[in-house]
């Protein structure tokens, strides 16, 4: 059987480069314009290029973004962009305006279906089929039954989201942002309304609850039924999360990418088991699997509060290493110091290591790694790559937290 694409966010160049190497088949990000993520820092044209270089020389694609609601003023402007992307080789735009899907197809661009159109049922992606678009991006709010028959009765290209942050409402389907700070989710603007907390009032202004009230929806994560997607048909899996960090990126392309190669594998308990872990500690928000198998109840969302802590597992990143006298060069990302029991982890490897004596770039020796982005120095007995990454030993945290409950 066919294996699926991963797809991963591209939030700049670094992480476009992070996504490639720890296993993504494909990246997704957005150019100055045009696209959903106006607070991310996005791609000018020039980089767009260089990541597309990057990505081809390693038989990878890149997806452009252009998922916008169009505006009048915005359809010349557009229709030059459209011409460039195409010029300069991206592999597929996003879309969700039919204006768009037209302009595009006219350039000779494969366009991909953005899950802003909500597509959640057969004859909706037969139409857009026949509008030319040759992949679907479903809602996420299908099922394993909707999905199996999508594709069963189109045949179209499916992509689905696999991990990442939900929508309160159906994708693209939400004005509270609008609504409360003017900032036009449909234009790249969401202020994430849904992650506010309220008071609740009847209908004197009295409040009617001791706890904030909030309807934050818990975070997606597909990795338990990735053997079932691989078997229904599912062509890409998506991972959201253009904003989000290199470590989160390194660590999801880098679990999913195991659980698609591994497939079909029996007994991946234990697999499951430590991945999901690793994924947990990695993100602020608990996470499920939402719609897929049809138990979207209470357990989906947070309703009377939440506590969202700041994640600190990531340590390093590995800038060089010398074979002849096993120093590392690591850049410093969070608070480490010697004797610590940590991970360092890059493309289908892990390791557990103590770290020793710890020296900065002046060859002085460090009781403590305080500041950030410190360049330090610290002997590891195994070889190590450029971009490899350093964490907490996350696994031993863990059992040491549940020893303790």
Same mark, same amino acid.
């Given at each position: ?8 966010? =591209? &939030?700049? +160049? ?6 490639? $190497? ?13 696209g959903?993520? =106006?607070?991310?820092?996005?791609f000018?044209?020039?980089e ?21 609601v ?7 402007? #557009? /229709?030059?962009y ?8 991206? !592999?597929?735009?996003?879309?969700s305006?039919p204006?768009?899907?037209?302009? =595009? ?19 909706? =992606? ?8 040759? %992949? ?47 900032r ?25 609850? $001791? ?8 975070? +997606? @994560?597909? #990795?338990?039924?990735? !053997? ?12 959201e ?41 990695c993100? /602020? ?5 939402q ?13 009377n &509060? ?9 340590l ?29 982890? &890059? ?22 790694? %305080?500041?950030? %982005? ?12 450029? /971009?490899?990454?350093? %964490?907490?030993?996350? #696994? ?6 549940? @020893?303790?409950?």
């Amino acid at each position: 059987m066919k294996k699926p694409e991963l797809l991963a966010p =591209a &939030g700049d +160049l670094e992480r476009l480069k992070i996504a490639i $190497l720890y296993g993504a088949d494909a990246v997704y990000m957005g150019g100055m314009a045009f696209g959903l993520r =106006a607070n991310a820092t996005n791609f000018t044209l020039e980089e767009i290029k260089e990541g597309l270089f990057f990505a081809h020389e390693r038989n990878r694609k890149v997806y452009i973004t252009v998922n916008i609601v169009l505006h009048n003023k915005e359809i010349k402007p #557009l /229709n030059e962009y459209l011409k460039t992307l195409k010029e300069i080789g991206v !592999d597929a735009i996003i879309a969700s305006d039919p204006t768009v899907i037209e302009m =595009a197809k006219k350039h000779g661009l494969e366009v991909h279906l953005s899950t802003q159109q909500s597509t959640l049922n057969y004859e909706s =992606a037969l139409f857009f089929k026949e509008l030319g678009v040759s %992949r679907i991006v479903l809602g996420r709010e299908t099922t394993k039954e909707d999905i199996a028959l999508i594709k069963q009765k189109t045949g179209i290209e499916i992509e689905c989201f696999i991990h990442g942050a939900m929508c309160a409402s159906y994708s693209g389907r939400c004005v509270l942002s609008n609504y409360f700070t003017k900032r036009d989710a449909n234009r790249g603007g969401c202020s994430q309304i849904c992650r506010w907390n309220f008071e609740l009032w009847d209908d004197e202004k009295n409040i009617t609850s $001791l706890k904030d009230f909030t309807f934050c929806s818990k975070d +997606l @994560s597909m #990795l338990p039924y990735i !053997d079932e997607m691989i078997e229904i048909g599912v062509d890409s899996l998506k991972i959201e999360g253009r904003m989000r960090s290199s470590y989160y990126i390194a660590t999801v392309v880098g679990i999913y990418r195991q659980a698609i190669d591994s497939y079909p594998t029996k007994g991946k308990e234990f697999f499951y088991k430590n991945a999901q872990r690793i994924l947990d500690a990695c993100a /602020n928000r608990d996470s499920v699997p939402q719609f897929f198998n049809e138990v979207y109840d209470h357990t989906c969302s947070y309703y009377n &509060g939440r506590v969202e802590i700041s994640n600190q597992d990531f340590l390093g990143i590995v800038l060089d290493y010398d074979e002849k006298t096993k120093y590392v060069t690591l850049e410093q990302r969070n608070y480490f110091k010697k004797g610590d029991s940590v991970e360092f982890f &890059g493309p289908g490897k892990t390791y557990t290591y103590i770290l020793s004596d710890i020296f900065d770039e002046e060859g002085r020796k460090v009781e403590v790694a %305080r500041h950030p %982005r410190q360049i330090l120095k610290f002997q590891v007995d195994f070889p190590l790559s450029k /971009n490899d990454m350093m %964490r907490k030993n996350i #696994l031993n945290i863990v059992q040491q937290d549940i @020893s303790s409950t």
